[in-house]
């Protein structure tokens, strides 16, 4: 297992991150100016994250997706770690926005993230279709947040 850094041709990661965010018009307005962690195993890609320096002292995740045969191997963990650790010393925060899933929240707090406020129907909004998700639409985005500033591995 490798994790790469793209800072260049980020488009050619655009088929796993509709995974992660299913309107491209949505990834495209981040893409450009995101850095792609991406692991690999061996030559296969298994699992991305994309990052924004969103200012002086906060990073975002914009998206995070592993592939459906490669989950619950830790690939996802791996990469949030590895993005806390890369940025500890530059960044105080990470953040990231998320639909209202108890999974996804979940998997969030459970790596040490807390939630701060939502956008109402963030997702009703911005998105030309229903985003559902365990059976439910999605409409508020949540906003989650972890300090890193001193940041030691899960
Ligand atoms: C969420 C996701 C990135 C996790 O990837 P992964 O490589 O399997 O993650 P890990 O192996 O590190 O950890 C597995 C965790 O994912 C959780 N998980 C499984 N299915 C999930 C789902 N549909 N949504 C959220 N979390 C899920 C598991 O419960 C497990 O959590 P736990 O360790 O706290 O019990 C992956 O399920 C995915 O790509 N889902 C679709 C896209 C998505 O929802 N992205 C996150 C929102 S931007």
């Not at 990470?94 to 790596?111: A, C, Q, S, V, W």
């Amino acid at each position: 297992m490798k994790i790469y850094e793209i800072t260049t041709n980020q488009f050619d990661y655009m088929d796993i991150l509709l995974i992660g965010d299913e309107e491209e018009k949505m990834v495209n307005k981040y893409l450009k100016e995101s850095t792609i962690f991406a692991l690999y195993e061996g030559k296969i890609l298994a699992a991305v994250c994309a990052v924004v320096e969103t200012n002086s002292d906060t990073v975002e995740i914009k998206n995070l997706a592993t592939y459906p045969e490669y989950r619950n191997k830790g690939y996802a963990t791996e990469l949030i770690d590895f993005v806390c650790d890369k940025y500890k010393n530059t960044f105080q925060y990470i953040i990231l926005g998320t639909g209202e899933n108890e999974k996804t929240l979940n998997f969030y707090k459970k790596r040490g993230f807390v939630e701060t406020h939502r956008i109402k129907n963030f997702f009703v909004d911005n998105y030309s279709h229903p985003i559902i998700e365990n059976g439910k639409q999605l409409k508020d985005m949540i906003y989650l947040k972890k300090s890193i500033t001193g940041y030691s591995k899960i």
